[in-house]
């Protein structure tokens, strides 16, 4: 299957400050006994064997233990509720990496897929904000770390094996609980970040 998304991305996880992953391409352990957190895609433009994915949306969730390079991850993924079933059985298979492309190394370290869940998904921007609301299941502010006197945000640039594109923006969460797939948490002031993707296969 010939595919390609673009768009923009919050990565979240429950990490104090900025994930270890960053700076060690998964070597490093997190901050916690499992990482526990979410990839919410906002498709700007996308296809897959001909099907529009534009204007879509999709949450990638995970439960992992803390040395993430280890496996046995817990994943389940949530597409927005105004998606085909057509468009949704595309995106579950980009995002579990099953056709392929930067999630297949994701794909590879997935012990157990929990499920595909559909539901209301919003994620907006306002200046420095970002918000995402999934029904139930998800409800999170991030906010870039700007700081005073400063223009620009603080921002990443040569992450190993992170499939976004650089820079990457610290945008950590002033609200995040999440309640999906088992998962029960809140992250508050935990690991986030923004960044914006352009993949195909």
């Known amino acids: 299957m010939a595919w390609s998304l673009s768009g923009r991305n919050i990565e979240h996880c429950n990490c104090n400050s ?13 901050d916690e006994e499992r990482c526990i957190g979410f990839i919410a895609f906002e498709i700007e433009a996308g296809q897959a ?15 992992s ?11 389940g993924i949530i597409i927005d509720d105004e998606a085909t079933d057509e468009q949704a059985d ?3 298979q980009i995002l ?3 056709v392929g492309g930067p999630m297949e190394a994701f794909g590879q370290l997935t012990g157990e897929m929990v499920g595909v869940e559909r539901a209301p998904v919003t994620i907006s921007h306002d200046g420095h904000g ?3 609301r999934v029904g139930s299941l998800i409800d999170a502010e991030f906010q870039d770390e700007l700081h005073e006197g400063a223009t620009e945000p603080v921002q990443l640039t040569n992450t190993p094996g992170v499939p976004f594109s650089e820079p990457i923006t610290i ?3 002033t609200k995040s609980v999440i309640k999906a797939f088992g998962i029960d948490i809140d ?12 993949w195909s296969a």
């Open 171 to 173: 945008s950590p969460p």
């Open 18 to 30: 900025i994930c270890p992953c960053y700076s060690s391409g998964l070597a490093r352990p997190g």
């Open 49 to 63: 064997d001909g099907v529009d994915l534009s204007g879509r949306r999709a949450v990638f969730v995970q439960d």
């Open 96 to 98: 579990t990496g099953a």
């Open 65 to 75: 233990p803390g040395a993430m390079a280890e496996g046995n991850w817990k994943v």
């Open 90 to 92: 595309h995106l579950a």
């Open 187 to 198: 992250n508050s002031g935990k690991h986030g970040t923004t960044a914006t993707f352009d």
């Open 130 to 132: 970002h918000t995402i």
